[in-house]
């Protein structure tokens, strides 16, 4: 009897253990507890907002996502829960996260060329998709937004020369170091992934394929993915979708690109993703595949101090970030629209780990 | 080569000026492109940024007037009916199409 009754105690804690929370049209919700920490979070995420001269921390949308649950959502300005939001360059991680899928239907490897996919880069033949996900293509590109509009390659690439046709635009910069060795931050890079899908699928499939093979297997229903004049996708900065929607690719791959009973992403995918590049010239940042880690390549911390060496995160312009915490169970979307640098990511970390599981002061 | 030599001494501030000259146009060669295009920036963004803050983030006019300002000075011409976006800026002008909820909007042709 009493060896029943074990037994049968140790199926349901292994039930429960194994019970994962999955949202289905709508997330569920377990609402933190208000107390000091949450107050913390709060003051710093959602000071007065400062509409007349945009100083400071200005945050659109907080959402915390704890095993599958929200356990804290606020809004600021006009941004609500059913805002499609811009993402920026949060863009290029759910570009990773669509091109894993198309890496799962066994469309591409790794090691190919990107012009196999993409002719214009018959003229860069050494240049291989891993080197595009690790903004390492080693093209002379120019990334400043508002500081050097003249040669700035972004600005040109979004809204003057390159707009037409911007994947072609970024084939058309020569190289400044040997493709795959040196980090070089770049939104051509992943512009041209962009465009590398549309023969990875095929013109008639890509004008849906973010939808069909990962928004809809994920509910998401929110999302706008604007394009260049050739159709490509701005895979670099254009893609729109509610924090509530963003929040599904984080918790996609908090469990490692499993959705619920299906492998989505293959797990060699989010290997690749989540492995620190190892770049030749040094590096404020810690650039995975198409991601950022908190763990540089040679082992080191990486630039969040405060929150745990797994943490990860897709990161975009203006403040907006997703945010993932694998140990700690943890998705965080955080859309804003700050127009200096006063936010500090790990400052946000460390006060919602304290908000939500109660760490974050080690 | 004493010849110039000579010019120098003579004139040291016309030599000055026009070397100055020289490498003023210089510049200007090496970065003729960039500075053509340069000029349609502020309305090209503020065109696109404009639409897409109206039309794909359903946010109100004023806001989206906000949202695009910049330091220097441009006009926006909203035809809400066709959601269609016309903006002018540094004496150019843009213009932005929405295109649909997937697609969001776009910056319509000529490329500059």
Known sequence: MTRLLFTLALLIISCSAAAETWPSAQWSERPTTRNEAVSALESYAFPARDEATRKGVRTDALLIIHNGEVVYERYGGVTRADTPHLTWSISKSILASVLGVAFGEGRFKLEDPVATFYPPFNVHPDIKLQDLLHWASGLDWQEDYEYAPLNSSVVAMLYTRGRGDMARYTAEHGIASAPGTSYRYSSGDSTVLAAALKTMVGETAYADYPWTALFEPLGITSATWERDATGTFVGSSYAYMTARDLARIGLLMQRRGRWQDRQLLPQAWVDFNLKPFKSLTPTDEAPGGHWWLNTTADGKAGPWPDAPADTFAALGHWGQALYVIPSAGLVIVRYADDRDGSYDHNQLLKLALKAVVGEGDK | ?112
Request: positive net charge; proline residues 7%; glycine residues 6%.
């Open chain 2, 1 to 112: 080569m004493n010849a110039r030599k000579s010019f120098i001494r003579r004139r040291p501030f016309s030599s000055l000026v026009l070397l100055l000259l020289v490498i003023i146009a210089g510049l200007i060669w090496n970065w003729r492109v960039q500075l053509q295009v340069f000029p349609s920036i502020i309305s090209a963004y503020t065109a696109k940024e404009y639409c897409s803050c109206r039309f794909v983030m359903n946010a109100p006019v004023e806001y989206c007037h906000s949202y695009v300002k910049q330091w220097l000075p441009s006009t926006v011409d909203e035809d809400s009916l066709n959601k269609r976006i016309t903006a002018t800026g540094l004496g150019r002008g843009s213009a932005a199409q929405w295109e649909g909820p997937r697609q969001g909007c776009r910056l319509l042709p000529p490329v500059p």
